[in-house]
């Protein structure tokens, strides 16, 4: 499945499900992101990620691990400008965690919404009804995302804030949004192609 749209200023993205063969476009868009969002998104200053990690992030099995990105279509290369990931808790199946990351040069632009998004519907149409997200204190504009989606605060550990996101009623906020054109598309065609074509194009 491909879900095409554009984020705030007009720029032509597509979101899909991430692949094996997009290890490398995981690994030079981490290398992209500035030491700053490095730290906020892996708690970590690491250039480069691990490679068992860069596996793990690169091998979803749209069940337990689902894993979408973002490409930007009008340039060579179709380079990667974000990733969103949820990971079910073996332990509690029907909540996962949850976690989003974007180039910084897209910042800004409605494209974190974008991909959470898909990722919303993915994860409701496989049974999960809740993410959890761990987010640093000092990470303001993870926190206004996720507490825009409605989540709640579920403990402190480690210096770490946890909250809990209620993926129907996430879902619900995303539908009312006004200010990220882009969200639109991505129901109507998420809706679509999963009623039509299923996971067969994609």
Known sequence: MIIETELNDGTPVCIRRVRREDEARLREGIARLSPQSRYLRFFSGMREAPPQVLRALASPDGHDHLAWGALRTDLAGTPALGVVHAFRDADA??????????????????????????????????????????????????LALARSLGAEGAGFEGGVSVLEIDIAEALAALRAESDVPGLAAVFDQFGREALGAGDGAG
């Open 93 to 142: 199946p029907e909540s996962a965690e949850y976690s989003v990351a974007v180039v910084d040069e897209y910042h800004g632009r409605g494209l974190a919404r974008l991909l959470t998004a898909v990722l919303l519907l993915d994860c409701a149409r496989e049974g999960l009804a809740q993410f959890t997200v761990h987010i640093l204190p000092e990470n303001r504009p993870a």
